[in-house]
């Protein structure tokens, strides 16, 4: 009986089943998820003017006239460049929209087609917020733009922040709070 004991109290516990072996799991998984969120940002925006707004003239679907540098002198800006065929828009198109109604919105519609397909999407989908066509990529080419969604937050007529790809709400409203 002896042996029978001796061989129990031998094996080791196993580290998969201890609360501390999951949190320094997670812990070493959200850091990594973090660090290349970052390093994706930043390859992808390195183009991007930082401090300075690109000044083009540009009008909505409806003829409005959009002069975003004049409108972020009030409050925060954003500029979220999209497009109707970007897989990623999906997620991120519903919060900018719940955006708009506490913050000016300039959406620019990249390489989606003419103005009647994109109204019919914008209507289709049920969002409110203003949008630019950029039927051939024009102003994304300006503006450095290299993946969609792209959201630049701009107050005072600078740059405050640069983000692409899916965003969540608590991280729009956080970029906007200390812009």
């Not at 009030?74 to 828009?89: I, K, N, R």
Request: glycine share 6%; proline share 6%; hydrophobic share 40%.
């Amino acid at each position: 009986m002896s042996d029978n004991n001796t061989q129990q109290e031998a094996k080791p516990k196993s580290k998969w089943k201890s609360p501390k072996w999951w949190l320094r799991e997670l812990a070493t998984l959200i850091v990594l998820f973090s660090v290349m969120t970052f390093a994706i940002d930043w390859w992808r925006t390195q183009d991007m003017p930082k401090d300075a707004v690109p000044t083009i003239a540009m009008s909505t679907l409806s003829g409005e006239s959009i002069d975003f540098v004049t409108l972020s002198h009030d409050e925060p800006v954003v500029l979220y460049f999209w497009a109707t065929w970007c897989p990623a828009c999906k997620f991120v198109t519903p919060t900018i929209d719940w955006l708009s109604s506490s913050y000016p919105v300039v959406s620019i519609a990249m390489t989606s087609g003419g103005n009647r397909r994109i109204q019919a999407y914008l209507d289709s989908h049920d969002l409110q917020f203003d949008t630019v066509n950029d039927e051939q990529g024009a102003i994304g080419q300006t503006w450095g733009i290299q993946a969609t969604p792209t959201i630049v937050i701009i107050k005072d007529g600078k740059i405050e922040s640069i983000t692409t790809g899916i965003t969540t709400p608590p991280g729009m409203l956080a970029r906007l709070w200390f812009s």
